[in-house]
């Protein structure tokens, strides 16, 4: 590993950043669905929000918080992890956000390091919105030790592999997708918009926002088997595990593992990950979704 004399900072655990407001508009909202490629229709109308949208109000603040812990010259060494949303609520249009976050903890892992950053959004009277976890990826750095609290755990159970899924859903990444999407979602990162930039990263060109590919995966889940209602879903994780380049195909397979409504009054806990031809490309997804 490329440790250099990387020293990772632990006085900076714990510590908030500063508030982010945001003015949530419909057009916002359409946007960010276009850019996904979204087929629920409040979505692509603006009437509420899709679930991914969520960290537009929070972006801003995440990189801040992972670097207030890291050093700052790792921002071209950090990509996305692992994500995990827990939502109180929808977003609604005139929904005015106040968004902050902070790291949690770090690790040294093989193959680099990470950092957890915690991010809370409330309304501007206080109502918590959602809470989220977000895993940044230091490839190639040795933090040196492992400090502090970590993401929640969602694992998929490998034996899942070997049953039948309950949906699998093919769906297409436009050739322009991440034209369109940093614009939507306020990610300005090169790698996405720059192929030279990306190729000096050590990648083969312009890849998807990981985001944009988790969004992908959110209206699957919530057109298959939550009737496209975002209100009823609770919690949707997933773990990077490679890019997706534009104009690939990826198939995401869904596998039930919580309790049918006919079972339990409980949410329903579903499995998925996705793949683009034999690569795993998005781990470890986990969505879960109040009964209709």
Request: with cysteine.
């Amino acid at each position: 590993m490329d440790t250099g004399n990387v020293e990772f900072e632990t006085s900076g655990l714990g510590v908030w950043t500063d508030e982010q407001r945001f003015e949530v508009t419909a057009e916002r909202i359409a946007d960010f669905a276009a850019a996904t490629n979204d087929p629920i229709t409040r979505h692509r109308a603006g009437e509420i929000a899709p679930p991914v949208f969520a960290v537009v109000p929070v972006f801003m603040s995440l990189a801040p918080a992972a670097l207030s812990v890291a050093p700052v010259e790792l921002l071209m060494k950090l990509v996305h992890g692992e994500q995990d949303f827990h939502f109180h609520r929808p977003i609604r249009p005139g929904d005015t956000l106040v968004a902050r976050a902070r790291p949690t903890g770090f690790a040294s892992l093989p193959g680099g390091s990470t950092v957890t950053v915690y991010a809370e959004t409330r309304t501007d009277q206080g109502e918590l919105v959602n809470e989220q976890w977000m895993t940044a990826f230091f490839r190639g750095v040795d933090a040196g030790a492992t400090e502090g609290d970590h993401a929640p755990t969602h694992k998929l159970d490998p034996a899942l592999r070997a049953t039948p899924p309950a949906t699998e859903i093919l769906q297409h990444i436009d050739k322009d997708q991440t034209f369109r999407y940093s614009p939507a979602s306020g990610d300005p990162m090169p790698i996405h918009l720059d192929d030279e930039i990306a190729q000096m990263a050590g990648l083969p060109g312009i890849i998807n926002h990981g985001l944009c590919t988790m969004a992908f995966t959110s209206w699957a889940v919530l057109t298959e088997h939550a009737d496209g209602e975002v209100e009823r879903l609770r919690r949707l994780a997933v773990r990077f595990s490679k890019p997706v380049l534009p104009d690939q195909d990826i198939r995401t397979r869904i596998w039930t593992v919580g309790p049918q409504p006919s079972e339990s009054a409980a949410p329903a806990t579903y499995a998925f990950e996705t793949a683009v031809d034999d690569d795993v490309v998005i781990r470890d997804g986990l969505a879960v979704i109040d009964h209709g």
